[in-house]
């Protein structure tokens, strides 16, 4: 049987605000599961240069508690969630802050696997 799965995406740190639970409501009738998705740089604003990084890491602790609250609403809960980079508007970036960007969400996502 082939399926379907939806995918919510918010980049803001009040992911309630934009996602509220009456949609997860709604979402529920329809889709057995969920994935959601954050990012770990970009998606702020095209004249940035720097992540802020504490933004990123507030959006996703956000994305986990979101999670944790709406999981037992779907049959087959939230599947994961996907931490996307975004890079659309400098050509050159300054690779070595986003380097550290990325190992300290990889770090703090797997840190319970270790």
Not at 27 to 38: E, G, K, L, M
Not at 45 to 59: D, S
Not at 68 to 91: D, H, L, M, P
């Amino acid at each position: 049987m082939i399926g379907c799965n939806i995918q919510v995406w918010v980049y803001a740190e009040d992911v309630y605000r934009f996602v509220m639970q009456s949609v997860w409501e709604k979402y529920q009738i329809v889709f057995p599961n969920a994935w959601t998705a954050s990012a770990f740089k970009g998606a702020f604003g095209e004249t940035l240069y720097i992540p802020n990084v504490k933004r990123h890491l507030e959006n996703n602790l956000n994305w986990l508690q979101l999670m944790s609250n709406e999981n037992s609403r779907f049959t087959g809960g939230f599947k994961g969630i996907v931490i996307t980079g975004w890079q659309r508007y400098i050509i050159c970036y300054m690779i070595f802050l986003f380097n550290r960007s990325q190992i300290f969400f990889f770090f703090f996502f797997i840190k319970d696997l270790l």
